[in-house]
């Protein structure tokens, strides 16, 4: 076979080098600019009838190539689809099954529906356990008890959505971006930021429950993805400040956070990659641009972010951060939003107070005094915020005596009962603020001269925070009930205290399996790793709990056997 079409006239330099060549005699210009020799021009008669036989047999082996790789790749979609396909009916066929459907069609599990689906849970001793406690409906079970492996992304997305965001029942009692994230997603398109980030944390939370490691390449195959997507957005700078981009980057900030507890213990000096990415990206669209209620939830859940990790590190919060707390109306500042300001003034007032402990200089005990009177007016305000919630909020607390479980882990004769797992969760947060508070005026007066009242003063904060850290531990058996080993979501036999007279709440045996470990271990981590007083033998009842917490949900790093010491 001979070519017939115009070949290049250009030298073998120029041509090797992919470059034009101006096929000047005797030299062409690009050899002459480097000094290099020309090797000249072939005859044009020569490269024109030129044996092509070699290249075009290898175009034709490359052309084969390809169709036979598309045909591979469409029937690995098809098998694919089909084996969904088969997936979907046997849970289908589970689900009417086990809610008493009828043979007819009925509704798929999927993300689109995973509100309205009714509970495939149809265990008698599950079903029995909970009448007695006053439920009428059955609750809802893992999807991944049925699932074959590898997890399928849909199984892994229902699994989340379904225990991981609930609806909002009391305005009052709402925070962060969960809540907001399935109206966001459902209008997401297939490969967007918050589209892959949404499935990189629905992966992760689900091969944590399965007992799999949290960053398997599957999961982590969603997280770089992610991770392209929203570089690449920010590149094109294409829609890169609107609210779902930062919802994208706070589900990736969430990964993380989850990934690196699963992994080892929460390091207080980890890098917020994400958290500072967000950041920059309110402060490039501009604090004032959040103009609607959801937009100005997600400023303020950021805000709060920001101010835990300050409260860990020990630093002042940003100064702008400082006034977004100002475009949020007097109607917008539900309990914990108020709580978070509260916080962000005790953050910077801690990196005063280790900054002038730190540092000597002439007028050292004067401000040491002053940074006192802060402490005590924070402490105030915090006292004053615990009052102004509802009443229904506080927690009930019942002692041995009025029927507690006996399986219960109780570290005293009592324990304390909430309404939700949220509300439990915000009054450890409230308790760890106490506790940082105290803490300042510890440091504080002990660098001040002797004094009874100062000596007083001392002792009084001591006792604060031993009865602050008892308060923390009586909420243990909320969190966990009687479980010391992994199980399954919705199990009605899992014993959890509650108030005499107070109906059992249906999401807690949901929520508690899912996300009451996570929640309890950063109060119990911060009585663990400050060094404050406690009485003896609390610590290492402490680490047990957390040993016991690390079990259940298996996250990694922790010691699951008894404590030593």
Request: glycine share 6%; proline share 7%; hydrophobic share 35%.
């Amino acid at each position: 076979m001979v070519y017939t079409g115009q070949p290049s006239r250009g030298c073998s330099t120029c041509r090797k080098r992919h470059i034009k060549c101006d096929e000047a005699l005797p030299e062409c210009g690009a050899c002459t600019r480097v000094k290099q020799t020309c090797p000249g021009y072939k005859n044009y008669f020569d490269l024109a009838w030129r044996d092509q036989t070699t290249v075009a047999k290898k175009s034709v082996e490359r052309g084969k190539a390809k169709r036979k790789a598309a045909r591979e790749r469409k029937e690995a979609v098809a098998k694919a689809k089909a084996k969904a396909a088969r997936q979907q009916a046997a849970e289908a066929r589970y689900i009417r099954s086990s809610s008493g459907a009828s043979d007819s069609p009925g509704q798929v599990f999927t993300p689109e529906n995973y509100r309205s689906q009714p509970s495939p849970m149809s265990s008698r001793s599950q079903s029995t356990s909970l009448a007695k406690q006053g439920f009428n409906t059955p609750l809802y079970q893992d999807p991944y008890d049925t699932l074959l492996r590898p997890i399928p992304q849909e199984q892994a997305l229902c699994f989340f959505f379904n225990n991981y965001i609930f609806p909002i029942r009391d305005p009052l009692a709402r925070r962060g971006f969960l809540e907001y994230l399935a109206p966001f997603y459902m209008s997401s398109t297939p490969g967007s930021p918050l589209n892959t980030s949404t499935m990189a944390v629905a992966t992760c939370m689900m091969s944590s429950r399965m007992g799999k490691p949290p960053d398997a390449p599957f999961t982590r195959s969603f997280y770089t993805r992610a991770v392209s997507s929203l570089s690449q957005m920010i590149l094109q700078q294409r829609d890169c400040t609107s609210d779902d981009f930062i919802i994208a980057v706070m589900l990736l900030q969430l990964y993380e956070a989850t990934t690196g507890q699963l992994r080892k213990r929460t390091s207080t000096n980890q890098p917020h990659p994400h958290l500072d990415g967000a950041l920059a990206l309110i402060r490039h669209r501009g604090p004032e641009n959040f103009t609607n209620s959801i937009s100005r939830s997600i400023l303020l859940y950021v805000r709060g972010q920001l101010v835990e990790n300050s409260l860990r590190n020990a630093v002042s919060v940003p100064i702008d951060v400082q006034g977004w707390g100002n475009i949020v109306s007097e109607n917008e500042q539900i309990p914990v939003f108020r709580l978070d300001g509260i916080n962000l003034e005790l953050a910077n007032l801690q990196a005063s107070a280790l900054s002038a402990i730190r540092y000597q200089h002439p007028h050292r005990s004067n401000q040491l005094m002053e940074l006192n009177r802060e402490a005590i007016d924070i402490e105030r305000q915090l006292f004053k915020w615990s009052q102004s919630i509802p009443a229904i909020w506080d927690p009930i607390r019942i002692y041995r005596h009025q029927g507690v479980a006996p399986g219960l882990q109780l570290y005293q004769d009592h324990c304390d009962t909430y309404q939700t797992l949220f509300l439990s969760t915000l009054w450890n947060r409230l308790r760890s603020s106490y506790i940082d508070v105290k803490n300042i005026m510890l440091l504080c007066l002990a660098e001040l001269p002797p004094a009874l009242t100062n000596l007083a003063t001392q002792n009084a904060c001591r006792e604060s925070i031993q009865q602050i850290a008892d308060d923390i531990c009586a909420g243990v058996p909320f969190f966990l009930g009687d479980r010391i080993k992994p199980g399954r979501t919705g199990d009605g036999d899992v014993q959890y205290p509650w108030a005499p007279g107070r109906t059992p709440v249906k999401d807690h045996y949901q929520t508690g399996p899912t996300m009451g470990g996570w929640a309890l271990l950063i109060p119990l981590g911060t009585l663990m790793e400050k060094d404050i007083p406690l009485r003896e033998g609390q610590r290492k009842w402490i680490a047990g709990q957390m040993a016991r917490t690390a079990k259940i949900y298996n996250i990694a790093g922790f010691p699951t056997g008894p404590p030593k010491g």
